[in-house]
């Protein structure tokens, strides 16, 4: 008999970012990945992406935090973490032991704040590559969000740049005017990797108390609702752009991750879902693999950008 022949690639190469395959956890929904270890094997997905790390542990906002939509899920949890030094310490030694890259989520209240972390997650053995999470609040420009402002992502951006050799990822909030100036000024300054978007601003209210359901009023809003507008957004950058990009925004299945990658993205992050269902990113990998045999696509990496365009 002759050996069976190999199935299609999924491997994926963002600059110097290796991954077995491209579906990732997005930040804020596994916890700091070990969370999923009693769910779901770990190894079988691309990377796990951490929880907002911050330099000292953080609370976060008061409840309600977390609020059901029609299409997904309101959040305000107020970047609670339990600090850097303790993901360190006591997180990453574990995450080390599984096959899959470790990807450190951070962000700062302060320009400087940023470069410490990088420069903190430099000298540990296991991170892959550092995301900046640049839609908080930069208080030395009185709460200003950095994401929102080009040359403040810029600062950001080479401040972590200049601390680090891994691979830095910008993480882009929809939350702006024009999406593809945010993402030129994070290029240019040093950045190897941009993953978007972050949730948009949304609100929900509870008419019989007539108040917001979450305490903080506004949240940030995930899920299915959003997932057209963040392929939108992710096919803009594309075009603006020629750095390896990692799409995000309400993935629930292998096809939703296709319309991101033929859209440009050479790799996914699944959140919301995990809520419900927290293996769903083993799943989702498996199912572009089927996609992949299913057209006679031997390597994933072929399909990124290759949307086609309409009939004329």
Do not use: H, N, Q, S
């Given at each position: 008999m002759s050996p069976a022949a190999p199935g299609p690639s999924l491997e994926m190469t963002l600059g110097g970012l290796r991954l077995k395959n491209p579906v990732l956890t997005a930040s804020g929904t596994s916890g700091y990945g070990v969370d999923l270890l009693p769910h779901a094997d770990i190894s079988g997905l691309g990377g796990i992406v951490t929880k907002s790390l911050s330099l000292k542990p953080r609370e976060g906002n008061p409840p309600t935090r977390l609020a059901e939509t029609a299409c997904g899920m309101l959040n305000s949890i107020g970047l609670q973490n339990i600090g850097v030094q303790a993901f360190l310490?006591?997180?990453l030694p574990n995450l080390r032991r599984h096959d899959t890259a470790i990807i450190a989520n951070i962000?700062?209240?302060?320009?400087e704040e940023f470069g410490e972390l990088a420069r903190r997650l430099e000298a540990a053995d296991g991170v892959a590559a550092i995301e900046l999470n640049i839609s908080c609040p930069n208080t030395a420009r009185g709460g200003v969000e950095f994401g929102v402002d080009p040359e403040a992502t810029a600062r950001?951006?080479?401040?972590?740049r200049a601390a680090t050799r891994r691979p830095v990822i910008v993480k882009l909030s929809p939350n702006v005017t024009d999406i593809t100036v945010i993402a030129r000024a994070a290029a240019d300054a040093g950045a190897d990797i941009l993953s978007l978007v972050n949730t948009f601003f949304g609100m929900s209210i509870d008419v019989e108390r007539r108040r917001?359901?979450?305490s903080s009023g506004s949240g940030g809003l995930s899920g299915p609702a959003i997932r057209p507008m963040a392929v939108h957004l992710l096919h803009r950058v594309a075009s603006a752009v020629k750095l390896p990009l990692i799409g995000i925004g309400g993935i629930r299945s292998g096809c939703d991750a296709l319309e991101f990658i033929l859209a440009g993205a050479s790799a996914v992050e699944v959140g919301t879902v995990t809520f419900t269902?927290?293996?769903a990113g083993l799943r989702i990998?498996?199912?572009?693999?089927?996609?992949c045999a299913r057209q006679g696509v031997g390597r994933l990496a072929s399909l990124v950008g290759a949307l086609r365009a309409a009939p004329g």
């Open positions: 310490d006591d997180k962000f700062g209240e302060t320009v950001v951006t080479a401040a972590v917001a359901v979450l269902e927290p293996a990998a498996r199912e572009i693999g089927d996609y």
